[in-house]
């Protein structure tokens, strides 16, 4: 079971990125998938998640900017980052929780860098 994470990098502010994560040895479609940030000094806090029936849920501070979807058919999560302000920096994660067998996998995580 293995999450792979990519997309992160350095960007001005105001930019977008797109972070992907694709997951391999998992019934993808049972699964809600979420993104989680760590900024340095400071504990790992949900972004935003989304369920197997697409019903997506954000944390405050990046609702009307960021954007969760998935595509089942490829076994992807996607967050979509836009307007995006120096307080967005942080290493990214993205995590998979199996519904059917209850357990929790995450990915190694990318880094976001927003430049002000």
């Known amino acids: 079971v293995q999450l792979q994470a990519s997309g992160g990098g350095l960007v001005q502010a105001g930019g977008s990125l797109r972070l992907s994560c694709v997951t391999f040895?998992?019934?993808?479609?049972?699964?809600?998938m979420s993104w989680h940030r760590q900024k340095p000094g400071k504990q790992r806090e949900l972004v935003a998640s989304?369920?197997?029936?697409?019903?997506?849920d954000y944390v405050d501070a990046v609702k009307g900017r960021f954007t969760i979807s998935r595509d089942n058919a490829k076994s992807t999560v996607f967050l979509q980052m836009n307007s995006l302000k120096p307080e967005d920096t942080a290493v990214y994660f993205c995590?998979?929780?199996?519904?059917?067998?209850?357990?929790?996998?995450w990915g190694q995580g990318t880094q976001v860098t927003v430049s002000s």
């Open positions: 989304i369920t197997s029936g697409s019903k997506t």
């Open positions: 995590n998979a929780l199996d519904l059917g067998d209850r357990t929790s996998v």
């Open positions: 040895g998992r019934i993808f479609s049972r699964n809600v």
